[in-house]
């Protein structure tokens, strides 16, 4: 319960008034605090399947408190989904757990298409002549990500690889640490910064590989 926000017991009020209204055959809840405010009320508006994903590995040590809310609505629920194994066999040793409602299903994509990447191409050139590998992160830069270990891992790897960049794609708090801690360790010329951008494709179709260094995802 945040202060200045409406109670959970509220907003599972406002669930129910709304599915009473549109009676959905499937009430899907994404993660924690939605399916504490929308399981109860998805079944007891006669929704013919309930379900919750959590995408977060759940990694013990567990915050009972936090997970026993999550274990008790979740009963309510008709399956209980986790996009992998790791996430679904933690689920399953939480106490009390309804072990056999916990099912994977892994995230669903459809294929991105190779889109023109040019404009992106003259960052990839190295005064050298290197031969470049680029990295490529996108999402928002919180604490959980741990892009600082990303930074420093490029730190070390540059010293062998000169032809190797990271390219950062998007915002958030620790923008600022991150963009100071590149110029600590001396890798301005091979980590750049480019903000929120939308058009993601490019950056995809240009980078050769994806680097993820969150400690939860």
Known sequence: FVPGEAHPSFTMFRYLRHFLRLRPDVVH??????????ALPGRLSGARCVLSTRHSLVDPPYDYTYELMFIIISRFCNYVV????????????IPWAAK?????VYNGTNPILRVDSSPLDSDSATQSGEPTF?????????????????????AIAAEKLPGLR?????????RAPLEALAVELGVTNHI?????????????SAADALAMSSISE
């Open 29 to 38: 809840c994404h993660n924690h605090a939605p399916t504490l405010q929308a």
């Open 82 to 93: 986790g996009i992998c194994d790791i996430t679904c066999e933690n689920l399953r040793h």
């Open 100 to 104: 056999k409602k916990v099912v994977r």
């Open 134 to 154: 680029t990295l490529l992160y996108i999402g928002r830069l919180a604490t959980v990500k741990t892009l600082d270990i990303l930074v420093r891992a490029v």
């Open 166 to 174: 990271l390219w950062i794609v998007g915002d958030g708090i620790t």
């Open 192 to 204: 750049r910064f480019w903000g929120l951008r939308l058009d993601t494709a490019a950056f995809f």
